[in-house]
């Protein structure tokens, strides 16, 4: 109390007036009241880590109600991130995704996580470190498989992976797109096969004609009225002609 310069006499006597409340009444009626008060008056007065211990505390208590417990993981996370405790706050955002705090809370801090991933992904990209930006990318779509911009991060990914010139790898992320989001369509309306055909041509570029052609194949069966369907099928001809 005595250190910090922005914490009025007034303000010092209350605090102390709640801790010793608390001292003798840890359960009582205006308790937790009491804690995140006193909590808010160390935020204010630029004392982050003395709020976020009280936050915690709060957050021990068996008589919170969700608002309560929503309310303590948001300002616990606001006050990492003053401090620049970035780490510590999304290991929070973790926790806060799964307590009980309500579903939208929930998703709310679902989105802070993915969104956390995918700036970090970015930076990578941006730095031209490709093949780190893939791998980024790539974590994210699997480790938030149900999230709304799951499918474009997966697609980052195999971007990334041409970047990297990992050519089979981006191969391989294309057509594990078009298996884990069938039914995904971007703005323009182009569907998942637009993976399929992506890796079909790195395949072809790589002259790895195998792969070429059960590409193919599983193309023209989703899409037997493909535009493109009468060169796929000379292609086919040619390279069962290479492979016979």
């Not at 929930?106 to 941006?126: H, L, M, S, T, V």
């Not at 792969?211 to 493109?228: K, M, Q, S």
Request: hydrophobic share 40%; glycine share 4%; proline share 4%.
């Amino acid at each position: 109390l005595e250190r910090n310069p922005k914490l009025t006499p007034a303000l010092r006597r209350l605090i102390l007036a709640y801790e010793n409340y608390l001292d003798l009444y840890p359960n009582g009626e205006h308790a937790k009241t009491f804690i995140i008060g006193e909590a808010g008056y160390f935020r204010d007065a630029g004392d982050e880590q003395t709020a976020i211990s009280l936050y915690e505390r709060v957050l021990d208590r068996d008589d919170l109600k969700q608002s309560d417990r929503a309310y303590a993981f948001e300002q616990i996370m606001a006050s990492c991130r003053d401090i620049g405790a970035f780490t510590k706050q999304g290991q929070w955002a973790h926790k806060m995704a799964v307590a009980d705090v309500g579903p939208e809370k929930q998703q709310a801090a679902k989105d802070f996580i993915f969104q956390a991933g995918y700036n970090r992904a970015k930076a990578a990209e941006d730095s031209a470190v490709y093949d780190e930006a893939a791998r980024a990318y790539e974590r994210l779509a699997v480790r938030n498989p149900d999230h709304s911009q799951a499918p474009i991060a997966m697609l980052k990914a195999a971007k990334m992976w041409e970047d990297a010139q990992e050519m089979n790898r981006a191969a391989l992320t294309y057509e594990r797109f078009y298996y884990t989001y069938p039914d995904y369509r971007d703005e323009s309306g182009k569907g998942a096969l637009v993976a399929l055909v992506n890796a079909a041509a790195i395949y072809a570029e790589q002259d790895d004609y195998r792969h070429t052609a059960d590409a193919v194949e599983r193309i023209l069966a989703a899409a037997p009225g493909h535009p493109d369907r009468k060169k796929y099928l000379n292609n086919l001809a040619s390279i069962y002609a290479l492979l016979k």
